[in-house]
T-cell receptor, first 110, second 116 residues
Framework: TQLLEQSPQFLSIQEGENLTVYCNSS?????LQWYRQEPGEGPVLLVT?????EVKKLKRLTFQFGDARKDSSLHITAAQPGDTGLYLCAGATNAGKSTFGDGTTLTVKP | GAVVSQHPSRVICKSGTSVKIECRSLDFQATTMFWYRQFPKQSLMLMATSNEGSKATYEQGVEKDKFLINHASLTLSTLTVTSAHPEDSSFYIC????????????FGSGTRLTVV
């Protein structure tokens, strides 16, 4: 079983602050995805990273894939209340199966 | 592109009855779909992999006779919760992928099942 450890599990910050969420594994993944989920909804794909060392930016969100393709981070700059939600990382294997991290519940207070 | 539709979004059923949940890929074909279960404030737990034209692959601990999966076409997979009990109440989500490393998985909007 390939495990993905996500940290922190819970994060509560004030609007305007920066934050970083980490996703770590001892396994190598062919790609890694980050999702955001709101209560009562399915997860929505934010980004897919496939190359070791890759950095992708999506407005105020910056995603990085580790050089060895075992870990990833999500950095949010100047967080807003609309960023509140459950953030999930998922590592995909060549067999097509995804392993999800335990999730990070982010609350951004106005 | 890559839209997955899941129906129904909410269902309440009596204990002992069966409930069918549908997952459709609207604008792409999916030979493989995945079914997850999610408890409040927790991550997704993979239940089974649905394979078009063949039997589903179930994860350890998931009762295949209780959670029947049928993937009869390249755009439709169904999950039937048979003889539902209150402990089956949960949020069920399906996903599919266009395939290839560059694509993530597109999730349905989920089904909130409540067994009373």
């Amino acid at each position: 079983t390939q495990l993905l450890e996500q940290s922190p599990q819970f994060l509560s910050i004030q609007e305007g602050e920066n934050l970083t969420v980490y996703c770590n594994s001892s396994s190598v993944f062919s790609s890694l995805q980050w999702y955001r989920q709101e209560p009562g909804e399915g997860p929505v794909l934010l980004v897919t990273v496939v190359t070791g060392g890759e950095v992708k930016k999506l407005k105020r969100l910056t995603f990085q894939f580790g050089d060895a393709r075992k870990d990833s981070s999500l950095h949010i700059t100047a967080a807003q209340p609309g960023d509140t939600g459950l953030y999930l990382c998922a590592g995909a294997t060549n067999a097509g199966k995804s392993t999800f991290g335990d999730g990070t519940t982010l609350t951004v207070k106005p | 592109g890559a839209v997955v539709s899941q129906h129904p979004s909410r269902v309440i059923c009596k204990s002992g009855t069966s409930v069918k949940i549908e997952c459709r890929s609207l604008d792409f074909q999916a030979t493989t779909m995945f079914w997850y279960r999610q408890f409040p404030k927790q991550s997704l737990m993979l239940m089974a992999t649905s394979n078009e034209g063949s039997k589903a692959t179930y994860e350890q601990g998931v009762e295949k006779d209780k959670f029947l999966i049928n993937h009869a076409s390249l755009t439709l997979s169904t999950l039937t919760v048979t003889s539902a009990h209150p402990e089956d109440s949960s949020f069920y989500i399906c996903s599919a992928s266009r395939g290839g490393r560059s694509y993530g998985y597109t999730f349905g909007s989920g089904t909130r099942l409540t067994v009373v």
